[in-house]
């Protein structure tokens, strides 16, 4: 069992994606990874193989703007929650999903949460980590900074940036071999830094949240949330107090886990979320 690396046109964009499909399969819905701001796939690596240790296909893309996926200027990608929800639909269709349990994280996983509450027919579950869901969630000062013009375009051009905000937003030291792989994109190409700044810039995050959290309350379909509830930049407990409302939503929490959780505490998640998932 490999992880699998590939490449896929969708919306005349090339994305990277990684994949493991387990030696014994199971019949269940495949399930998809999708991470947030500053991360890319490599993020999942470990929560992948525990699920396809389990019997489950596992898909992790790398957002556009992100990782090894194209970096479109703005003039051909306009970096909106609403183009990224567009462009998550055409990936999904040109990998062939018609049913699957969507994981999500960080700033741009309430993206793909918004395309769950767009397209219920095609979630059999939906497992949230740390992600902006209500409109009580803000961007931090940290990402708000990468905006700013001129300081934004050269902090979003250092490298290191990728280093302060992930052990930042994490609370531990990340290896610096896991750490290499977060600054390729940094090191190859200024593009990354553009992309990363045009995506804080227009992140919208009061209108896409008043619309996700109304959405979120009609909400259907199994829902697991497992919350860092360190989290320097979104608040747990007025997350939960919003969400609980949703009898379909299961609450969990790591005590001492922060805003990237899958860094340092993927075994403590899948004790909790692989019962859900087989469920």
């Given at each position: 069992?490999?992880?699998?690396?590939?490449?896929?046109?969708?919306?005349?964009?090339?994305?990277?994606?990684?994949?493991?499909?387990?030696?014994?399969?199971?019949?269940?819905?495949?399930?998809?990874?999708?991470?947030?701001?500053?991360?890319?796939?490599?993020?999942?690596?470990?929560?992948?193989?525990?699920?396809?240790?389990?019997?489950?296909?596992?898909?992790?893309?790398?957002?556009?703007?992100?990782?090894?996926?194209?970096?479109?200027?703005?003039?051909?990608?306009?970096?909106?929650?609403?183009?990224?929800?567009?462009?998550?639909?055409?990936?999904?269709?040109?990998?062939?999903?018609?049913?699957?349990?969507?994981?999500?994280?960080?700033?741009?996983?309430?993206?793909?949460?918004?395309?769950?509450?767009?397209?219920?027919?095609?979630?059999?579950?939906?497992?949230?980590?740390?992600?902006?869901?209500?409109?009580?969630?803000?961007?931090?000062?940290?990402?708000?900074?990468?905006?700013?013009?001129?300081?934004?375009?050269?902090?979003?051009?250092?490298?290191?940036?990728?280093?302060?905000?992930?052990?930042?937003?994490?609370?531990?030291?990340?290896?610096?071999?896991?750490?290499?792989?977060?600054?390729?994109?940094?090191?190859?190409?200024s593009q990354a830094g553009r992309s990363l700044m045009a995506t804080v810039k227009n992140l919208q995050l009061r209108e896409a949240m008043a619309q996700l959290s109304s959405d979120l309350?009609?909400?259907?379909?199994?829902?697991?949330?497992?919350?860092?509830?360190?989290?320097?930049?979104?608040?747990?407990?007025?997350?939960?107090?919003?969400?609980?409302?949703?009898?379909?939503?299961?609450?969990?929490?790591?005590?001492?886990?922060?805003?990237?959780?899958?860094?340092?505490?993927?075994?403590?998640?899948?004790?909790?979320?692989?019962?859900?998932?087989?469920?």
């Open positions: 069992m490999e992880v699998q690396e590939q490449t896929i046109n969708a919306g005349g964009h090339d994305w990277f994606y990684r994949e493991i499909v387990p030696d014994a399969p199971k019949d269940v819905p495949p399930i998809l990874f999708i991470h947030g701001i500053l991360c890319h796939s490599y993020g999942w690596r470990i929560m992948m193989e525990t699920v396809a240790t389990a019997g489950f296909r596992a898909i992790a893309p790398d957002w556009l703007g992100y990782g090894r996926s194209a970096k479109p200027q703005t003039r051909e990608f306009k970096y909106t929650p609403a183009a990224y929800e567009t462009a998550l639909g055409e990936l999904i269709t040109a990998l062939d999903l018609t049913e699957f349990t969507l994981v999500a994280q960080g700033y741009l996983g309430s993206v793909a949460v918004q395309y769950a509450c767009h397209h219920p027919e095609q979630i059999n579950r939906l497992l949230i980590l740390n992600t902006p869901l209500t409109p009580a969630a803000t961007v931090p000062w940290v990402m708000q900074q990468w905006s700013i013009p001129f300081m934004g375009d050269m902090m979003t051009q250092d490298p290191l940036l990728v280093d302060r905000t992930l052990e930042g937003g994490a609370g531990f030291v990340i290896a610096e071999e896991d750490l290499s792989f977060y600054r390729q994109p940094f090191l190859k190409s309350a009609q909400w259907r379909k199994p829902t697991q949330i497992i919350w860092g509830m360190a989290d320097p930049w979104l608040d747990g407990e007025i997350t939960r107090r919003e969400l609980q409302k949703n009898p379909v939503i299961d609450w969990s929490r790591l005590p001492e886990a922060k805003h990237y959780p899958q860094e340092h505490w993927s075994a403590e998640i899948m004790t909790m979320a692989l019962p859900f998932l087989q469920r």
